[in-house]
């Protein structure tokens, strides 16, 4: 499963981040998918429901469909365990840190958090 991922100490710090970056990281996606707009759809049956998805996404309906692991180490890890319930067995998520204009402050700051605090306490 890919899941975006942005870890603060403070929760507030973490939202405010992600807002930040996967804000921009949709309207450059946005802006590649209406390039496409006129193209012959019929070879691509289906493309334009992606398409009307992605446009509809913002950072709320990622976070409210479980599309992020956004917060604190504490809030990550609550997050974590609420996937592995849903999927009924352990997950694999492969993160996207590093998105939309991150700073390698923050990519590296979310790495670090995650490796010393979240996956410790799945082991």
Not at 16 to 39: N, P, Q, V
């Amino acid at each position: 499963m890919a899941q975006f991922g942005y870890l603060a100490e403070d929760r507030a710090e973490a939202r405010r981040g992600f807002e930040r970056i996967c804000t921009r990281y949709l309207e450059t996606f946005a802006d590649a998918l209406r390039s496409w707009k006129g193209h012959d759809e019929s070879a691509y049956p289906g493309y334009h429901k992606m398409v009307a998805s992605i446009l509809a996404a913002t950072p709320d309906t990622i976070l409210a469909q479980g599309g992020a692991f956004v917060g604190s180490p504490d809030e990550v890890v609550e997050q974590v365990q609420a996937c592995v319930k849903l999927f009924d067995g352990p997950i694999e998520p492969s993160m996207q840190i590093n998105f939309g204009g991150t700073k390698d402050a923050e990519a590296f700051r979310t790495l670090e958090l995650l490796a010393a605090k979240v996956l410790p306490r799945f082991r």
